[in-house]
């Protein structure tokens, strides 16, 4: 039932941090989730085309995995184990295993991080240096891989490297995928750089990079250029990382974004979505060769989440035991492109980017993707940007949407773009 929200909506701004940010632009106090639908205190219901930022993959709440954690937690399954043997992590790598590592032919080891994606990073970008014994680690433009101190280095975005109050070293940056204008070829760049010994790069430890860069703005890398950076690892002794934070866990097709690319990576870094429920939980995949940190030496209090083996077993197993649920997500994509091509067809120098699931349009003005966010939300859509200047809608839509909600949550973007485009020329006039 609508209910007074006053006191609750002042409670924020008078004890919450200012660095709160997702709702200063949906300013409202949401009380229920289902599926691919929020609703507020006031009994509106908004189409979730944000999903925790890709953390609820499967939508909010769904049923299977609901019904296993409630069944685990008044069966006093164990609720915290640090890194103990328990039952339910158990039957999570036995299902993680069988389902994704062998029909991939991966035999990676499997570190539980902390729960965060920046963790697993910090854990990557550490054992990388332990291997190899180098400190460098090239990263790449646009890319955003967290905002803790070693994870900060390796992520582009200016803002938030200004939050680190100190200088961010181990680091060199080359240009990703498409940086270049024209027909140049990063990796041609790089490639170059690497081979010059009096270019000024100290051989790297490993090479870091998203096959779609999320926060960066959508820039999706292609397989030739992924795998000749992945080449190029191999080649100057590097370990190759690919961070699948935002884009995996079926974001962008498969289970991983890489796995039609034709590489293998060295380390994987997988959170978000990983745990099915939106349960914090984050995962290190190495290959036996370098899985090499001692007992406790990358530890945490909260390394393994009980609670997210349960509900991450029950995803594995409902929609990644055969390739039903890829067909449907890359049919869903396809409606995902007509759509947004529309869209940028409303926008004079608009362009579509990312893969997958994982789209967006850039719109080359933050401002105006900003005004159409925001008319979208008024409309009944939670939808946001990213990119460097903010310039990029992005559609992260839970990757189980109903077909008909699907639709309409594009066609309320497609009228905001519209109404903004029409508010622009009218005040031009």
Request: one cysteine or more.
């Amino acid at each position: 039932m609508p209910t007074d929200t006053s006191a609750e909506a002042t409670v924020f701004k008078r004890r919450e941090s200012k660095a709160r940010s997702y709702c200063r632009s949906f300013d409202t106090i949401f009380t229920r989730a289902q599926g691919s639908e929020l609703t507020d205190a006031e009994g509106k219901t908004y189409i979730d085309f944000l999903s925790g930022c890709s953390s609820l993959n499967y939508g909010h709440n769904d049923t299977d995995m609901k019904v296993a954690l409630i069944e685990h937690i008044t069966s006093d399954g164990l609720a915290h184990g640090l890194d103990l043997h328990t039952d339910a992590k158990a039957e999570f790598l036995e299902t993680f295993e069988r389902h994704i590592l062998k029909p991939r032919g991966m035999d990676h080891k499997v570190m539980f991080t902390g729960p965060t994606g920046a963790n697993a990073v910090e854990a990557a970008l550490k054992l990388a240096r332990k291997a190899t014994g180098r400190n460098n680690i090239i990263a790449f433009t646009n890319g955003f891989h967290g905002v803790t101190m070693g994870a900060l280095a390796t992520t582009g975005n200016a803002y938030h490297r200004e939050g680190a109050g100190t200088t961010l070293n181990g680091v060199t940056r080359m240009p990703y995928d498409g940086f270049f204008p024209g027909d140049h070829d990063s990796a041609d760049f790089l490639e170059a750089m690497l081979n010059d010994s009096s270019s000024g790069i100290d051989a790297p430890a490993a090479i870091l990079l998203e096959t779609v860069q999320g926060e960066g703005g959508l820039n999706a890398a292609s397989p030739e250029w992924v795998k000749r950076v992945a080449a190029l690892a191999r080649e100057h002794g590097a370990l190759l990382i690919i961070d699948d934070i935002q884009a995996g866990c079926g974001r962008t097709g498969g289970f991983f974004s890489f796995e039609d690319m034709g590489i293998t990576p060295d380390i994987v870094t997988l959170a978000k979505s990983v745990s099915g429920f939106g349960l914090p939980m984050a995962l290190m995949l190495v290959r036996p060769e370098y899985d090499l940190f001692g007992p406790a030496e990358h530890n945490g209090t909260f390394r393994g989440n009980t609670h997210a083996f349960v509900t991450a077993r029950v995803a594995i197993e409902k929609f990644w035991s055969d390739d039903t649920f890829r067909k449907q997500t890359d049919a869903k994509a396809r409606i995902l492109t007509s759509a947004l091509a529309e869209v940028a067809a409303l926008v004079p120098g608009a362009r579509l980017k990312g893969r997958g699931m994982m789209q967006g349009v850039d719109f080359q003005s933050g401002d105006l993707a900003a005004d159409i966010c925001s008319r979208a939300f008024d409309r009944g859509l939670i939808i946001e940007t990213s990119g460097s200047e903010d310039q990029v809608v992005k559609v992260l839509a839970p990757l189980t949407t109903p077909g008909e909600t699907f639709r309409r949550g594009l066609t309320i973007l497609l009228d905001a773009t519209w109404d903004a485009m029409e508010t622009k020329k009218m005040a031009a006039e």
